[in-house]
């Protein structure tokens, strides 16, 4: 069985750098074709993608984002660690973490989520 | 402004059939790009409905089905039931920007 659950602070101070954990189960990251993805969602608003971390040790960002955003792995934790720095009022959002199907461009399993506030 | 553009509501009575459209272009559906969709439920995470355009995954009723043609696809519900009331969106992959894009987003209402 997958599943994947996101941790770290609900709330952020503005300039602050943010840190997720995503802690998954029921498959490795290690496993050649596997990849994991962060994606965020506004209050109200619509979904966007942030990264991605590859088995392989690969990583993809955002082009909007890609300044701020950093994605790493510990395969022998079972976790993958998002970082955001300089977060400002418009981060605020719930983050999800979610798997990608292997060889495929869609997301099949997702973690329910942390709502981050960015607030002083 | 989301790069895949859907409806932001569409309603029905129960039993009847909607459709969600999603709105792309040369640089996602047109280049070949499938479209997935995702079914939110209020205060819940999304959840796979539709994969590579008309695929369901397992334990996905077969009412929900899904279609692609050029830069356009949809997704279908037909016997629309109350837990249907959520919000849809469509995703695919835009080469020109190098990003997993997304749907604005759909509201499903069940009259």
């Known amino acids: 069985q997958v599943t994947l659950k996101e941790s770290g602070p609900a709330l952020v101070q503005p300039t602050q750098t943010l840190t997720l954990t995503c802690t998954f189960s029921?498959?490795?990251?290690?496993?050649?074709?596997?990849?994991l993805t962060w994606i965020r969602q506004s209050p109200g608003k619509a979904l966007q993608w942030l990264a991605r971390?590859?088995?392989?040790?690969?990583?993809f960002y955002s082009r909007s984002l890609k300044t701020r955003l950093t994605v790493s792995k510990d395969s022998s934790k079972n976790q993958v660690v998002l970082t955001m720095t300089n977060m400002g009022p418009v981060d605020t959002a719930t983050y999800f973490c979610a798997r990608i199907r292997d060889g495929g461009y869609f997301f099949d399993y997702w973690g329910q989520g942390i709502l981050v506030t960015v607030s002083s | 402004q989301s790069v895949l553009t859907q409806p932001p509501s569409v309603s029905g009575a129960p039993g009847q059939r909607v459709t969600i459209s999603c709105s792309g272009s040369?640089?996602?559906?047109?280049?070949?790009?499938?479209v997935h969709w995702y079914q939110q439920l209020p205060g819940t995470a999304p959840k796979l409905l539709i994969y590579?355009?008309?695929n369901r995954p397992s334990g996905v009723p077969d009412r929900f089905s899904g279609s692609k043609s050029g830069t356009s696809a949809s997704l279908a519900i037909t016997g629309l039931r109350a837990e249907d009331e959520a919000d849809y969106y469509c995703?695919?992959?835009?080469?020109?920007?190098?990003?997993?894009?997304f749907g604005g987003g759909t509201k499903v209402t069940v009259l």
């Open positions: 971390i590859d088995w392989d040790d690969d990583k």
């Open positions: 029921g498959f490795s990251l290690s496993s050649s074709g596997m990849r």
């Open positions: 995703q695919s992959y835009d080469t020109s920007l190098s990003d997993w894009v």
């Open positions: 040369s640089s996602n559906f047109g280049a070949g790009y499938d």
């Open positions: 590579d355009n008309n």
